[in-house]
């Protein structure tokens, strides 16, 4: 897509603003929910690409919060170098091929979020015992899922919770696996000439929009009921997989 309404960038603006508000009220988030948002108005490449500039902008805001940054990526850097090496393999895949089947594989994605309860009861042992290269399985295969739909969460919160590793410590190495991995993927996008100027032009207000939302969801983090808006998350990401769903059989 080249061109862009005023109607369409108004509801991108609002859209990216939420997924901000998302990811500040729980420190990650933010492509679980603007990407299939963004796909239903156009395609999961566009919906990626128009979200670089957002991502990036509230991961860096994500990661240097808290403090003790140094502690985190000195730990889990080689987590970040493979999710790097996966989102350059990942948006290579997502360039060459028809879009749509895309938007199938992204609501299988957040369906394997939202079905994590389940995925409690596998045998995660391994994890802790071998971290090296489970860390490096995670970050590959969320670059993977990073390049190609934009959510590479669920295999590194995965990891991460098998660590045991703190809240605080989580949040800052996803973000930094994510920030690597958004870099990547736009100078990627760049070099096979995807990444137009009129994209640029469009995502650097939807990254102001997306800090604008990050800082109002760190507010609301600290004075509502984490528990009554994950509920109300939940269901929307369930509708969004089935309309993504949908559509990808509507334009078979």
């Not at 108005?41 to 140094?70: C, E, F, K, S, Y």
């Not at 990526?73 to 790097?84: C, N, P």
């Not at 009921?225 to 998350?233: C, G, I, N, T």
Request: proline share 4%; net charge positive; aromatic share 10%.
């Amino acid at each position: 897509m080249d061109a862009y309404s005023l109607n369409e960038i108004l509801v991108a603006l609002l859209i990216v603003a939420f997924a901000g508000a998302v990811h500040g009220t729980f420190g990650l988030g933010f492509p679980m929910v603007a990407t299939p948002v963004l796909a239903l108005l156009t395609d999961v490449q566009t919906a990626i690409l128009l979200t670089l500039a957002p991502t990036m902008a509230v991961n860096l805001w994500t990661m240097l919060r808290g403090g003790n940054l140094a502690a985190s990526v000195g730990r889990f850097w080689f987590v970040a170098v493979w999710m790097l090496v996966g989102s350059a393999v990942g948006t290579l895949v997502l360039v060459a091929l028809d879009p749509n089947p895309f938007r199938l594989l992204l609501a299988l994605v957040i369906l394997l979020y939202l079905m994590g309860d389940r995925l409690k009861r596998v045998d995660w042992s391994w994890i802790p015992r071998y971290p090296r290269a489970s860390g490096a399985g995670a970050g590959m295969l969320g670059g993977l899922l990073g390049g190609t739909v934009n959510v590479g969460g669920p295999a590194l919160m995965i990891y991460f919770l098998e660590m045991r590793v703190p809240a605080l410590v989580m949040v800052q190495a996803i973000n930094l696996a994510f920030l690597l991995g958004k870099s990547t993927q736009a100078a990627t996008f760049a070099a096979v000439g995807e990444l137009t100027p009129v994209l640029l032009l469009v995502s650097l207000p939807l990254g102001v929009c997306a800090l604008a939302g990050l800082r109002a969801g760190m507010w609301l983090s600290d004075r509502c009921s984490a528990e009554v808006y994950r509920h109300w998350l939940r269901r929307l990401l369930w509708l969004l997989a089935g309309l993504l769903v949908v559509q990808f059989l509507r334009d078979l």
